[in-house]
């Protein structure tokens, strides 16, 4: 079965330029930001390896900041985009890949969560057990 990814935006896709530890609408405030690469280029990976794959942004600013986001990173995608939230978590099956900078271990949910330094590794380790 082809895993899905689950991607945040702030502090995960966008990383900001402040020493806020949080940072709601940033990316529509105009905070300056530096994109992931790592994480940008290794969805990008991912879709060429899985191009049935669903790969979902989602962020706690809703459906509209996350595709905002994904549109300026990802011109031409095909993503879904939601509301982060907990009653999207049930959404998410314990064997998806699900990447972001909150901490989700008060949940009553059963998925790993991966940091945004730690994703791009993740992402690609299952980019190549499609290889092998």
Do not use: C, Q
Not at 26 to 31: A, H, L, V
Not at 78 to 99: C, Q
């Amino acid at each position: 079965m082809i895993k899905r990814l689950f991607i945040d935006v702030d502090d995960t896709l966008i990383l900001y330029n402040s020493d806020s530890k949080i940072n709601p609408y940033g990316f529509w405030n105009g905070d300056p930001f530096e994109p992931n690469f790592g994480l940008i280029n290794a969805i990008g990976e991912y879709r060429e390896a899985f191009p049935d794959a669903m790969i979902v942004i989602w962020s706690g600013g809703g459906r509209d900041y996350a595709r905002a986001a994904a549109d300026h990173l990802f011109p031409d995608n095909d993503f879904a985009y939601m509301e982060k939230g907990w009653d999207s978590f049930p959404l998410v099956r314990d064997t998806d890949i699900v990447v972001d900078d909150a901490d989700f271990s008060l949940g009553n949910h059963s998925f790993k969560v991966y940091s945004p330094i730690e994703g791009d590794i993740v992402i690609r380790d299952e980019i190549k057990t499609k290889a092998h």
